[in-house]
């Protein structure tokens, strides 16, 4: 049997900020913080365009160009999404695509959770996704997510 050309996957990550729910929500509603530490954190492309409708049925759109030293030296990543759901300080659902050059690689749906504790929030990150051959697949996802929820924490140290 030949292998599948779509990976379909769902993974988890959880972390704690050390502060209230409405400073993490901000984070992702103020464009210029969520550009700062989504976009512009990563010395592996330059931003080419980032704009967002924070709201339901907003969209979100990145576009990212690879410099020489990474695996796509030189190509075109978008990333396009929608808010599908916002619970002010609780909850953000985006659906979105990523696409290299004109080939659109993936499909996914991200969800927020904030959850006051004692520390600050912790967050619950749940990425349900579609990957198609030739996107790195989903372990190159969890690891991008992984990376940007730690830029994220750099936030409050501004």
Known sequence: MQEPSTVHNTFV???SYPVKPERVFAAFADA???RRWFAEEDEGHTVEAFEMDFRVGGSE??????KEGTPFPGAALANEGTYQAIVPNRRIVIASTMSLGERRISASLVTFEL?????GTDLLFTHQGACVEGSGGP???E???QKLLGQLAEEWAR
Not at 61 to 66: E, G, K, Q
Request: hydrophobic content about 40%.
């Open 32 to 34: 210029a913080k969520k």
């Open 61 to 66: 759109r990145a576009r990212f160009r690879f």
């Open 115 to 119: 959850v006051p504790a004692k520390h």
């Open 139 to 141: 372990k190159l996802r």
């Open 143 to 145: 690891e991008g997510w």
């Open 13 to 15: 990550i959880e972390r």
